[in-house]
């Protein structure tokens, strides 16, 4: 079992950063990926992110690429997404999610552990 919390949500102004945090226990990370999805009431579940344990393999979403980094601290046992330039369409709960094959999938059927969640509002 691996039990995942995230943090570094908030209302922040379009142009602005955030850094989201995933901390997992139970676990080590090691030789799992992590994916980073979000959600907007009324709407499906999307891939953001998502990254293999070392790094080697790291996949975004179309309307992300190039303002979200998503990496590991693996002797934190912790991922990361840092956010910049935010937009509004960027506002969501965002989650965290673990693969155990390691892959880097964008496929939410290929997570099994999932975070609670954390909200991000971005304001003009």
């Known amino acids: 079992q691996v039990q995942l919390v995230e943090s570094g949500g908030g209302l922040v102004q379009t142009g602005s950063s955030l850094k989201l945090s995933c901390a997992a226990s139970?676990?080590?990370?090691?030789?799992?990926?992590l994916g980073w999805f979000r959600q907007v009431p009324g709407k499906e579940r999307e891939s953001v992110a998502a990254?293999?344990?070392?790094?080697?393999?790291?996949v975004y979403s179309d309307s992300v690429k190039g303002r979200f980094y998503a990496f590991m601290d693996n002797a934190m046992n912790t991922g990361y997404l840092d956010m910049n330039s935010l937009k509004r369409e960027d506002t969501a709960v965002y989650y965290c999610?673990?693969?155990?094959?390691?892959?880097?999938?964008?496929?939410?059927?290929?997570?099994?552990?999932w975070g609670q969640g954390t909200q991000v509002t971005v304001s003009s």
């Open positions: 999610a673990v693969e155990e094959l390691g892959s880097a999938s964008r496929a939410e059927t290929a997570y099994t552990y």
């Open positions: 139970g676990r080590s990370l090691r030789n799992f990926a």
């Open positions: 990254v293999a344990w070392d790094g080697e393999a790291t």
